[in-house]
């Protein structure tokens, strides 16, 4: 007779991902042994990545064409429906538009489910989805879901508490069919310790997701050190290890002035921050007292006495005479605006550039998880290495998501596909944190199957054997 781990390994419920860019939510479902029967994406360049390191039964599907809607009935049922519905209109990265046509595509997620009726869904995106258009979509989503016959659950979870040496908050909305109402999910309790970064909040539908759940014994955090310290010289030898090299002169300047855990910002006065001042061999020459007039308005422009503009005030000639202590200005003014360090708004006076208050250039350290991967990274006016005067290498931004070595993006030198691959790795679920979820998904389907076959053992006469 079958023992309970027999039983439970032989049986592989099957998923079928939509919107699967390279892979990285699949990953981990793959690694716990779901039958990923059919994958699309409507982008070549992701398939042709996700066939070589995750499943062959993948496709190039746009999931509004008659196409897909015919492969989604041929396929008739499954298990799982997994997808990672395009996040552009709800980035905190990107423009945040409301009307973003893509912002609406989760609903052929919701038409292919309702087609398949899977016993449990899994969907993602960004945690901006549950704060922008004061959380219009993130309530319509659930609503949506549920109309079809699902009990909703989201939640946002941090890649770095799940093992990944990154902070990457994604929202997850995970839907159970009502007529399996003897089934819970158990969201994966948090291994590793971190702390929230700029004021980040969690919110959900539910009151529970305010909870804290805790565990007594979670490891450290991973940082950057701990993912990629080993591939501090680029290498033709290591798969992927690599960078464009597209960047100007200036750019390798400005990279030489950032240290570790700095970045070029004017607005934030502390030692994080380089000013554009500091680098006069690209941004033009200024003397102690311009340096000084420069660093008064940067100092002064955000305090309410001045105005209420929420990214600065533009200052009096008047104002920033009492400020600094420096009579006689007018011209010095003139000329700081022409060399572009300040420009005139609003009759006075404010830093060229200002906006910029999160900073460019952006050196992390070694000893901290990386800030979010994002799609951009091959350019270093975003975030550079913490040691080299490059951004991060493609296979050092993979290493930092959670892609194991073996997971190859590009197949040739060129640096379009070099760039295609950045964009697939910052599109991503990081996949330790994919693992995570399969692993509550496959609890769900293990205990299901032992009590099933508890039952046919009991409905059985003695000496029958049972198979699964």
Not at 149 to 173: D, M, P
Not at 193 to 203: M, Q
């Amino acid at each position: 007779m079958l023992k309970v781990d027999q039983i439970v390994s032989s049986y592989s419920p099957s998923v079928v991902s939509l919107f699967v860019g390279c892979g990285g939510l699949d990953l981990g479902f793959k690694q716990e042994g779901f039958n990923l029967i059919y994958s699309c994406d409507n982008d070549p360049a992701a398939i042709d990545v996700y066939k070589r390191n995750v499943d062959e039964r993948a496709y190039v599907r746009d999931v509004t064409s008659e196409e897909f809607h015919n492969d989604i009935k041929d396929i008739g049922s499954c298990d799982v429906v997994l997808g990672g519905f395009p996040c552009q209109g709800f980035s905190k990265a990107g423009p945040k538009r409301e009307n973003d046509t893509r912002n609406l595509l989760y609903l052929e997620m919701k038409s292919a489910i309702d087609v398949l009726r899977p016993r449990i869904f899994i969907a993602e995106n960004v945690d901006g989805l549950s704060q922008n258009f004061k959380g219009k979509f993130f309530e319509q989503i659930i609503s949506d879901f549920e109309e079809i016959g699902y009990s909703v659950e989201a939640r946002i979870l941090s890649a770095v508490n799940y093992g990944v040496a990154q902070y990457r908050r994604r929202i997850f909305f995970v839907g159970i069919r009502e007529d399996q109402n003897h089934i819970d999910f158990e969201w994966p309790l948090e291994t590793h310790c971190s702390v929230d970064r700029n004021g980040e909040s969690i919110s959900s539908k539910t009151a529970d997701f305010l909870d804290s759940i805790t565990i007594k014994h979670k490891s450290n955090a991973l940082t950057i050190k701990d993912a990629i310290y080993d591939l501090r010289e680029l290498s033709s030898n290591i798969p992927d290890h690599r960078v464009t090299k597209k960047w100007s002169s200036d750019a390798e300047k400005i990279m030489a002035h950032i240290r570790e855990g700095q970045k070029l910002c004017n607005v934030r006065f502390s030692s994080s921050s380089v000013y554009t001042w500091n680098i006069p061999e690209v941004f033009g020459d200024v003397d102690d007292i311009d340096i000084q007039i420069l660093e008064t308005i940067g100092k002064n422009r955000r305090h309410k006495k001045y105005g209420n503009i929420p990214n600065g005030n533009p200052l009096s000639e008047e104002t920033i005479k009492e400020l600094s202590g420096f009579g006689g200005i007018k011209r010095r003014l003139t000329r700081l605006v022409k060399a572009e360090y300040l420009k005139e708004k609003n009759g006075g006076y404010d830093l060229k550039g200002a906006m910029f208050c999160s900073g460019l250039f952006k050196r992390p350290r070694w000893d901290e998880p990386s800030p979010t991967v994002l799609t951009n990274f091959h350019n270093p006016r975003y975030f550079i290495h913490p040691s080299r005067n490059t951004p991060f290498s493609l296979r050092e931004c993979a290493r930092l998501q959670g892609f194991p070595d073996s997971f190859i993006f590009t197949q040739t030198e060129s640096v379009k596909e070099l760039e295609i691959g950045y964009r697939l790795v910052g599109n991503a679920v990081a996949p330790p944190l994919s693992k995570k979820m399969a692993e509550a998904t496959r609890k769900i389907f293990n205990q299901e199957t032992v009590n099933n076959e508890i039952t046919c053992k009991e409905d059985k006469p003695v000496g029958a054997v049972s198979r699964v």
